[in-house]
Nanobody
C-alpha cells in the first residue's frame, strides 16, 4: 500500500506560482502512474495532470496546459506539480493519486488506487 502526502499549497496572488509536492511511502512509486486532481468547493474532483511510470509521458487538462508542469523523481519517491500563472479559478484542494494498473497517466479518476489528503491552493485576484 502506498501512502501519499501532499505539501506546498498556500495563498498566492493571481499570476503567482507554487510548487506542490507529493511524497510517497510504503512502496516505490516507480510502479505507479501518478496524477494530480483538484476539487473546488461545490464542484466535482477534476483531473489536472498525469505522468507515466517512467516520467516520459505527461498529460494535462486543457485548462492548465502551458501553465502547470508535472514531474516525478522516482529515486526520491516524490511527484511534483509546478503551477505557474495562477488564476482565481485555480483555487481548490489539490490531490495526488497513484494508479497501479496503468503504465500511463490517465484522467480517469476511478483508475487511481491511492489518494493523498490534499493541499489547499488559494489564488486571490
Amino acid at each position: 500500500q502506498v501512502r501519499l502526502v501532499e505539501s506546498g499549497g498556500g495563498l498566492v496572488q493571481a499570476g503567482g506560482s507554487l510548487r506542490l509536492s507529493c511524497a510517497a511511502s510504503g512502496r516505490t512509486i516507480s510502479t505507479y502512474a501518478m496524477g494530480w486532481f483538484r476539487q473546488a468547493p461545490g464542484k466535482e474532483r477534476e483531473f489536472v495532470a498525469g505522468i507515466s511510470r517512467s516520467g516520459g509521458g505527461t498529460y494535462y487538462a486543457d485548462s492548465v496546459r502551458g501553465r502547470f508542469t508535472i514531474s516525478r523523481d522516482n529515486a526520491k519517491n516524490t511527484v511534483y506539480l509546478q503551477v505557474n500563472s495562477l488564476k482565481p479559478e485555480d483555487t481548490a484542494v489539490y490531490y495526488c493519486a497513484a494508479a497501479e494498473a496503468t503504465r500511463w497517466g490517465t484522467a480517469f479518476l476511478a483508475a487511481y488506487d491511492y489518494w493523498g489528503q490534499g493541499t489547499q491552493v488559494t489564488v486571490s485576484s
